[in-house]
């Protein structure tokens, strides 16, 4: 917990430089964005995130730290990369690493479309991209056994009927605990 408090007062004080996350849900910080990335927990076996994950956690996209930095602070344990391209944002990711000792946590500042494949446990995104782009582009760092974890809010279940049924079929949405009106896309 002192890590996500320590997190929140250096996202709050690197809000005020960049616009990390709007200015209007700084207050509701707690709720809107770090309690809403650690309930993407409750869909991971809880045996695999107490013992040895099967390979990394991949957050794409992961600007202000939502949802990849959340996870990597609560699980110590957990191997975590970060990908995020814009550099002004992947900096203050790699200063709010350090600064917290998360050493199991790693930045990448660049396109995920440059950085080299590797095969991921979870994959993650918030506000990244529409769901056919992001599962396009995540699709050389998936398996079939990988997790996808995917917060889309209120467009969940638009955006996921969007998709080819035989796609459609393998995925499903979660309602988000954080918003009645929200969902999680999930692999099925």
Same mark, same amino acid.
């Given at each position: 917990?002192?890590?996500?408090?320590?997190?929140?007062?250096?996202?709050?004080?690197?809000?005020?430089?960049?616009?990390?996350?709007?200015?209007?849900?700084?207050?509701?910080?707690?709720?809107?964005?770090?309690?809403?990335?650690?309930?993407?927990?409750?869909? !991971?076996?809880?045996?695999?995130?107490?013992?040895?994950? %099967?390979?990394?956690?991949?957050?794409?996209?992961?600007?202000?730290? #939502?949802?990849?930095? !959340?996870?990597?602070?609560?699980?110590?344990?957990?191997?975590?990369?970060? !990908?995020?391209?814009? %550099?002004?944002?992947?900096? #203050?990711?790699?200063?709010? !690493?350090?600064?917290?000792?998360?050493?199991?946590?790693?930045?990448?500042?660049?396109?995920?479309?440059?950085?080299?494949? #590797?095969?991921?446990?979870?994959?993650?995104?918030?506000?990244?991209?529409?769901?056919? @782009?992001?599962?396009?582009?995540?699709?050389? #760092?998936?398996?079939?056994?990988?997790?996808?974890?995917?917060? @889309?809010?209120?467009?969940?279940?638009?955006?996921?009927?969007?998709? @080819?049924?035989?796609?459609?079929?393998?995925?499903?949405?979660?309602?988000?605990?954080?918003?009645?009106?929200?969902?999680?896309?999930?692999?099925?």
């Amino acid at each position: 917990m002192a890590r996500l408090e320590r997190f929140s007062d250096l996202l709050l004080a690197e809000n005020q430089a960049q616009n990390l996350i709007s200015k209007p849900s700084e207050a509701a910080l707690w709720q809107r964005h770090i309690a809403d990335s650690a309930q993407l927990l409750e869909h !991971v076996p809880r045996e695999t995130i107490a013992g040895t994950a %099967p390979g990394p956690w991949l957050d794409l996209g992961t600007g202000a730290g #939502f949802p990849g930095l !959340v996870i990597a602070a609560i699980c110590p344990h957990l191997d975590v990369v970060l !990908v995020e391209s814009r %550099p002004r944002r992947s900096a #203050f990711l790699r200063d709010s !690493v350090d600064n917290l000792g998360l050493r199991n946590c790693r930045v990448v500042g660049e396109r995920l479309e440059r950085v080299k494949p #590797f095969k991921s446990w979870v994959i993650s995104a918030r506000a990244f991209a529409p769901l056919e @782009k992001l599962l396009r582009l995540s699709a050389p #760092f998936s398996t079939n056994r990988t997790l996808y974890l995917l917060p @889309k809010g209120r467009s969940a279940t638009h955006e996921l009927n969007a998709l @080819k049924p035989s796609i459609r079929a393998m995925f499903h949405v979660e309602r988000s605990l954080t918003d009645d009106e929200a969902g999680i896309i999930t692999r099925a």
